[in-house]
């Protein structure tokens, strides 16, 4: 399931496509797509290390993510041990 669409949702979808656009123009529309996506893509990440860089000249201490990720890995992993035999009935 695909965004809460089923399979027979998408046949319709892609059947009303073609028709409006016709089979000839499916792959240029895909490619504009894929290009804009890219692009967006590439901006995204400009920005992040724009805010990244600018941080760390700053002097802003950006590895707080790392911090918080390694607590949560610690209590996923207490919960395992926890858990671990309990999942295993």
Do not use: H, Y
Not at 66 to 71: A, C, F, N, R, T
């Amino acid at each position: 399931m695909f965004l809460f669409i089923s399979g027979p949702e998408i046949f319709v979808i892609i059947l009303i496509v073609v028709m409006l656009f016709g089979a000839d123009k499916i792959p240029e529309i895909a490619r504009t797509l894929g290009k804009t996506m890219r692009q967006v893509k590439d901006a995204t990440n400009d920005i992040k290390r724009e805010i990244k860089d600018s941080a760390e000249k700053q002097g802003i201490d950006t590895n707080f993510t790392k911090d918080i990720q390694q607590g949560i890995n610690k209590v996923k992993d207490d919960i395992d041990d926890i858990t671990g035999p309990i999942k295993r009935m």
